[in-house]
């Protein structure tokens, strides 16, 4: 029988990372909090405190990365400084970089599903701060247009915004280059299309991403 892990009075830090390591190492989830929690050495009133159950910390995981994400950007003095697009840039060169860390878990995880990624329920929470997001850095562009005509839509653009990070966690998982460098020409070349578009300059970048896209999943 494996030693217990201490965590002493539990946050959901200490919490998602027991799940995730205890998730690896049984190569399965935690089937039960009761289990969870005593394997743990935590007392369930703590469990229940942060989360409702085990598939609400499941979901929480990915809401922490992107958290986490936030952090590590706002704590760059030049990053307030970016316009959207290398807002957008940053954003997911540091997520990418922080799930290259939990690599193992992330490809357990979504492993364990025959849904795509945009309809894996442990997915939602990431889905509604991505988008949240997105919306926030349309609205601020939006905000600095004086012609309505020139503003763009924040649902489309946010659901745009979700349906690009889909895409790229799908190439991620399938990236085998050395230090995942062809995702950081995936990321850069999808949100240099995406701004494009909405900024409705020249082609040219759409068709070199769709070149791209083609060459790597269909050569």
């Known amino acids: 029988m494996s030693a217990k892990r201490k965590v002493a009075k539990p946050n959901k830090k200490s919490l998602i990372t027991a799940f995730m390591t205890q ?12 289990k969870f929690c005593k394997e743990n050495d935590i007392e369930e009133a703590d469990f229940y405190a942060l989360f409702g159950s085990m598939e609400s910390l ?12 936030m952090r590590l950007l706002e704590k760059d003095a030049a990053y307030a400084g970016y316009g959207n697009r290398e ?11 922080l799930l290259g860390l939990n690599r193992s878990y ?12 945009e309809q894996l ?22 905000a600095e247009k004086n012609l309505k005509i020139t ?6 653009f946010s659901e745009g915004a979700w349906l690009q990070l889909a895409f790229l966690l799908r190439f991620w998982i399938r990236d085998d280059s050395p230090g995942f460098e062809k995702t950081d020409v995936a990321i850069e070349k999808s949100v240099n ?10 082609m040219e ?15």
């Open 121 to 142: 329920g442990q997915l939602k929470g990431l889905r509604k701060s991505i988008k949240i997001f997105s919306r926030d850095l349309i609205e601020d562009a939006n």
């Open 23 to 34: 998730t690896l190492e049984a190569e399965r989830f935690p089937v039960s909090v009761f």
């Open 205 to 219: 970048r759409v068709l070199d991403f769709g070149k791209f896209l083609f060459k790597e999943h269909f050569a």
């Open 193 to 202: 299309t995406i701004f494009d578009i909405f900024d409705n300059t020249p």
């Open 58 to 69: 499941q979901k929480e995981i990915w809401v922490f990365f992107f958290e986490e994400t």
């Open 106 to 117: 992330i490809l357990f995880a979504l492993s364990q599903s025959s849904q795509t990624m």
């Open 87 to 97: 807002r957008m840039l940053s954003f997911y060169f540091t997520f990418f970089e």
């Open 151 to 156: 503003r763009h839509n924040p649902d489309i």
